[in-house]
């Protein structure tokens, strides 16, 4: 099993900056992606970054995704944030757990809110 715990979430002005962070742990043979989506009231959860395939269009240019394979955790920088990246963020990760298994994992999600 595999559990991924996010932190860093929490309250910005417009314009300002946050950085989650997500760390993978259990039993892990290699990790082949890890992505944040996100989820705001009244829509469909939705991919914001990719380590393997890149940014939504809404956020490119603003987020950056990075990954320490030492540590099996990834980063979401968020810079000029904005009302409309408020939404809970989570962690997700394709993860070979056996040389014959490969299984998907979420995290438990962590509120980003953006507002003055």
């Known amino acids: 099993q595999v559990q991924l715990v996010e932190s860093g979430g929490g309250l910005v002005q417009p314009g300002g900056s946050l950085r989650l962070s997500c760390t993978a742990s259990?039993?892990?043979?290699?990790?082949?992606?890890m992505a944040w989506y996100r989820q705001a009231p009244g829509n469909q959860r939705e991919l914001v970054a990719s380590?393997?395939?890149g940014y939504a269009a809404s956020v490119k240019g603003r987020f950056t995704i990075s990954r320490d394979n030492a540590k099996n955790t990834v980063y979401l920088q968020m810079n000029s944030l904005k009302p409309e990246d408020t939404a809970v963020y989570y962690c997700a990760a394709n993860v070979r757990t056996s040389y014959a298994r490969t299984s998907d994992y979420w995290g438990q999600g962590i509120q980003v809110t953006v507002s003055s």
């Open positions: 259990g039993t892990i043979y290699w990790i082949n992606d």
């Open positions: 380590i393997t395939t």
